[in-house]
T-cell receptor
């Protein structure tokens, strides 16, 4: 089973709201990722967790706060977002973070609209 | 630093014909993996095929094959017997041993399959 699940599928939030995106995988993967994708562009890496520890933060604004409660779950907490943060947010996982030969499996994404 | 170049913003193919999507890469790292992903309009990134830098044979997965020419640093995706459901955005991506956990994407090629 190569499934990564994400909830919710769609999210509309105001600039003062607090919301969370959730991601789950049951493939025993040790690395999990958050990406942001704008229309007609490739995904941009935001965060990498390796063995439940944050290993990469691509200079993401603090209004995005990642959390990895356990090896299967990854959350992205959102607070005081801006309209330009509207995008497709993709979660991914892979067997290992350091090995270049492991593919990443992506979830279906959350389409976020900030009003 | 790693770089992926996809020079075809859009491609058209007739149903049941074969199509080649171009991808060139640049890295000084001898150990790397090359990946192709499909992204339909629904948004999910679907892993298609993988090629390792030390693999002697071209990778194949069903109707997908990867034409790996290491000396030319190219990793073109060949889709045989195109189907209407193949219409999507296709991304070439790369991870290098020295590139940490990052998956570097090209800008993508939008494939349209005509009936």
């Amino acid at each position: 089973d190569t499934e990564v699940t994400q909830t919710p599928k769609h999210l509309v939030m105001g600039m003062t709201n607090k919301k969370s995106l959730k991601c789950e995988q049951h493939m025993g993967h040790r690395a999990m990722y958050w990406y942001k994708q704008k229309a007609k562009k490739p995904p941009e890496l935001m965060f990498v967790y390796s063995y439940e520890k944050l290993s990469i933060n691509e200079s993401v604004p603090s209004r995005f706060s990642p959390e990895c409660p356990n090896s299967s779950l990854l959350n992205l907490h959102l607070h005081a977002l801006q309209p330009e943060d509207s995008a497709l947010y993709l979660c991914a996982s892979s067997q290992g973070a350091q090995d270049p030969y492991y593919e990443q499996y992506f979830g279906p994404g959350t389409r976020l609209t900030v009003t | 630093a790693q770089k992926i170049t996809q020079t075809q913003p859009g491609m058209f193919v007739q149903e049941k014909e074969a199509v080649t999507l171009d991808c060139t890469y640049d890295t000084s790292d001898p150990s790397y993996g090359l990946f192709w992903y499909k992204q339909p309009s629904s948004g999910e990134m679907i892993f298609l095929i993988y090629q390792g830098s030390y693999d002697q044979q071209n990778a194949t997965e069903g109707r997908y094959s990867l034409n790996f020419q290491k000396a030319r640093k190219s990793a073109n995706l060949v889709i045989s017997a195109s189907q209407l459901g193949d219409s999507a955005m296709y991304f070439c991506a790369m991870r290098a041993q020295g590139g940490s956990e990052k998956l570097v994407f090209g800008k993508g090629t939008k494939l349209t399959v005509n009936p």
